[in-house]
């Protein structure tokens, strides 16, 4: 499939990359390599949580000689490159970035900042001039309607998300018991159908609509899970598995 360079890319992981996956590359690998300018400008986006310094170092160590990186905080804490400041200089930072990659912890949290600051809007503005917006966890999440959250503890919906994609989700999906039945459960309610992904796979949109899903495991995939005829009904969707490609690419077949 022909991709529009002028469509931004959505990769949202069900889990995964440097933060789950440290010697496992391949969904990051994948994610820079849809930037349209090599190297690419990364910036890592920790507000889910709580701007965490570990979390950051992490990212830095995982993408040091892969991209240019760079990282926003807002939760006043002082950022380990340059912070900026939260007017319209935040709308020319946002433009100079080629991947904006979301970390995970509380979607619920993550929302409410970047609402306060407009990052919402300039993450929106962004990914209509072709910026790539990638993310596990609430990095996925974040770009649905709506979907399966523990913002708040214990398992619940939430339906205030981005609206990228119009349909909801739910990560984890094989990686914590609860997701599945609770998903199933809120769906057969009336919740938007939507995706489910694995630890280890992500789904990929061009514009809004879904062009494959990958992973980075080969037992790793996701589903299209919605109700019909009053009955919840679980899709597995095709997946490739990233290491057979790369393989394929080395050996020149």
Request: proline residues 6%; contains cysteine; hydrophobic residues 40%.
């Amino acid at each position: 499939m022909t991709l529009n360079p002028e469509e931004g890319h959505i990769v949202a992981m069900g889990g995964g990359g440097f933060s789950m996956e440290p010697d496992n590359p391949l969904l990051d690998d994948f994610v820079l390599g849809l930037s349209r300018r090599q190297p690419p400008k990364v910036c890592f986006v920790p507000t889910a949580s709580a701007d965490s310094a570990t979390y950051i170092v992490r990212f830095y160590r995982a993408f040091a000689g892969r991209c240019i990186p760079t990282d926003l905080t807002l939760w006043n804490s002082p950022s380990l490159t340059r912070q900026p400041a939260l007017t319209s200089d935040l709308a020319a930072f946002v433009a100079e970035q080629d991947v904006i990659y979301v970390g995970g912890g509380n979607t619920a949290n993550l929302l409410v900042l970047w609402r306060y600051h407009g990052l919402d809007v300039l993450v929106r503005r962004a990914w209509s001039n072709g910026v790539v917006l990638a993310g596990v966890s609430a990095g996925m999440l974040c770009w649905f309607r709506g979907g399966v959250t523990d913002s708040y503890g214990g398992l619940e919906p939430f339906n205030d998300g981005l609206g990228l994609v119009d349909a909801t989700a739910c990560p984890h999906y094989d990686g914590e018991r609860e997701r599945r039945p609770t998903y199933h459960r809120l769906i057969a309610a009336g919740m938007k159908s939507g995706y489910a992904a694995d630890d280890g796979a992500a789904l990929h949109f061009c514009g809004p609509n879904l062009i494959e899903v990958i992973s980075s495991r080969p037992e790793a995939s996701a589903y299209r899970v919605e109700l019909i005829d009053d009955h919840v009904s679980e899709t597995r969707l095709p997946a490739r598995f990233l290491a057979a490609t790369n393989a394929r690419t080395m050996s020149g077949a």
